[in-house]
C-alpha cells in the first residue's frame, strides 16, 4: 500500500506545481549576441571597434543572470525546508533588498520587501523567504505582480493563517527617463487572511516595517 501524504503537504505540492515558472529558451546565445550588436549598429555605434567587442556576450552573459528566476524552482528552491512546527505567531522577515528588471523598459528596480506569515502548523526556512523574493524579483517585472507573487507562493506553499508582503522600490524607468523623478518610491502591498480580514494585525505588521531595527 503507498503512504498518503497529509493533505496540506499534498496541497503544498499542488502549489509548488501551480507556480512552477521554468522556462527553456526559445533562441540560442549566438542569436542573442547577434540581437545586441545589431542594436549597437541602430544606435549609432560600431560594434566592431575595440571597446565593444565583448559587449554582445557581456550583455547576454548579464541579461541572463538578471533574468535567472525564470530557470528556478520553488521545488529546488525550497529544497525541503518546510517544517511542521505547532506556532501561531507571526513571523517577519523585513528589509530583504531587491533588485529586479522592468519589463517595459529592461531597467532596474532597487528597492526591498518586508514578508510575514502566521504558522497554521507549518513554518518555513528563514532564508527561503528570501530566496523566493529573489526568485520572483530575478524576472521582468512590474512590481504589482512581484509583491502578489510572492504572496501567493507563501500562501501555497505553507496554507497559513495569513500573509503580508510589502514592496517599496525605487523604478529607474521614472529616474533615468521620462518623468525623471529621483525621490520618487513606489509602495506595494499584498494581504491574505488575518492581515486582510483583522485590522489589528495588519496594524502590528504595520507597526513592525516601520521600526528602525537597532543593529543598523
Same mark, same amino acid.
Given at each position: &500500500?503507498?503512504?498518503?501524504?497529509?493533505?496540506?503537504?499534498?496541497?503544498?505540492?499542488?502549489?509548488?506545481?501551480?507556480?512552477?515558472?521554468?522556462?527553456?529558451?526559445?533562441?540560442?546565445?549566438?542569436?542573442?549576441?547577434?540581437?545586441?550588436?545589431?542594436? %549597437?549598429? @541602430?544606435? @549609432? $555605434?560600431?560594434?566592431?571597434?575595440?571597446?565593444?567587442?565583448?559587449?554582445?556576450?557581456?550583455?547576454?552573459?548579464?541579461?541572463?543572470?538578471?533574468?535567472?528566476?525564470?530557470?528556478?524552482? +520553488?521545488?529546488? !528552491?525550497?529544497?525541503?525546508?518546510?517544517?511542521?512546527?505547532?506556532?501561531?505567531?507571526?513571523?517577519?522577515?523585513?528589509? *530583504?533588498?531587491?533588485?529586479?528588471?522592468?519589463?517595459?523598459?529592461? +531597467?532596474? *528596480?532597487? @528597492?526591498?520587501?518586508?514578508?510575514?506569515?502566521?504558522?497554521?502548523?507549518?513554518?518555513?526556512? +528563514?532564508?527561503?523567504?528570501?530566496? *523566493?523574493?529573489?526568485?520572483?524579483?530575478?524576472? !521582468?517585472?512590474?512590481?504589482?505582480?512581484?509583491?502578489?507573487?510572492?504572496?501567493?507562493?507563501?500562501?501555497?506553499? %505553507?496554507?497559513?493563517?495569513?500573509?503580508?508582503?510589502?514592496?517599496?522600490?525605487?523604478? &529607474?524607468? &521614472?529616474?533615468?527617463?521620462?518623468?525623471?523623478?529621483?525621490?520618487?518610491?513606489?509602495?506595494?502591498?499584498?494581504?491574505?487572511?488575518?492581515?486582510?480580514?483583522?485590522?489589528?494585525?495588519?496594524? $502590528?505588521?504595520?507597526?513592525?516595517?516601520?521600526?528602525?531595527?537597532?543593529?543598523?
Amino acid at each position: &500500500m503507498t503512504a498518503q501524504l497529509p493533505s496540506r503537504d499534498l496541497a503544498a505540492d499542488q502549489a509548488i506545481a501551480a507556480l512552477a515558472t521554468q522556462s527553456q529558451p526559445r533562441v540560442s546565445d549566438a542569436e542573442m549576441r547577434q540581437a545586441v550588436r545589431t542594436l %549597437l549598429i @541602430g544606435l @549609432g $555605434e560600431d560594434p566592431d571597434r575595440e571597446g565593444l567587442l565583448d559587449t554582445p556576450k557581456r550583455v547576454v552573459k548579464a541579461l541572463k543572470f538578471l533574468t535567472s528566476g525564470y530557470n528556478q524552482s +520553488l521545488d529546488e !528552491l525550497l529544497n525541503g525546508a518546510v517544517f511542521h512546527e505547532d506556532t501561531n505567531e507571526m513571523v517577519l522577515v523585513r528589509d *530583504i533588498d531587491l533588485f529586479s528588471s522592468c519589463e517595459h523598459h529592461i +531597467l532596474p *528596480i532597487l @528597492g526591498r520587501a518586508h514578508v510575514a506569515y502566521i504558522p497554521n502548523g507549518k513554518v518555513i526556512g +528563514l532564508s527561503k523567504v528570501a530566496r *523566493i523574493c529573489e526568485m520572483y524579483a530575478r524576472r !521582468l517585472q512590474v512590481q504589482e505582480r512581484l509583491t502578489a507573487q510572492i504572496a501567493d507562493a507563501l500562501q501555497g506553499l %505553507l496554507q497559513p493563517q495569513g500573509v503580508a508582503v510589502v514592496v517599496e522600490a525605487t523604478h &529607474m524607468c &521614472m529616474v533615468m527617463r521620462g518623468v525623471q523623478k529621483s525621490g520618487s518610491w513606489t509602495v506595494t502591498s499584498a494581504m491574505k487572511g488575518a492581515f486582510a480580514d483583522d485590522a489589528r494585525t495588519r496594524q $502590528e505588521f504595520m507597526s513592525l516595517i516601520r521600526h528602525s531595527p537597532g543593529f543598523h
